[in-house]
């Protein structure tokens, strides 16, 4: 073999044990951001716009009732899931049922039209 051959296939062995020390080019994890979900009032027809005397009806007496100037939030409980539903007068009406919140016991997120599913199925609403 000719020096200037030998040169060569140094070079490419050298390049190739070069290249085989190189990390391949990879991706870090694709971070998707949080997907914000639509809050409407499916599944709360029974609810929203009802007055007190309606939601005792359909639950049963409140485990809490909360004034506050002229707004009003009754708090409704099962071992399933934790209600709360917020009344506002509007003119001289009576309060009506305007905003409805629900969590588990623990604190964490549910479903509030699942929350109510389950409270109106309380024995006795309660």
Do not use: W
């Not at 071992?79 to 009576?94: E, H, N, R, T």
């Amino acid at each position: 073999m000719t020096r200037n051959c030998v040169r060569h296939l140094t070079m490419l062995a050298l390049a190739g044990g070069v290249s085989a020390c190189a990390a391949p080019a990879t991706r870090g994890p694709t971070l998707s951001r949080p997907v914000a979900v639509p809050y409407t009032n499916v599944g709360l027809e029974r609810v929203v716009g009802q007055d007190a005397a309606g939601l005792v009806r359909l639950f049963g007496q409140p485990d809490a009732d909360i004034r506050e100037g002229a707004a009003r939030k009754l708090q409704f409980e099962s071992g399933i899931c934790v209600l709360d539903v917020y009344l506002y007068p509007k003119g001289s009406d009576a309060s009506k049922v305007t905003y409805v919140d629900a969590r588990e016991p623990d604190g964490s997120s549910i479903d509030r039209a699942s929350c109510v599913a389950a409270l109106v199925r309380r024995e006795g609403g309660k």
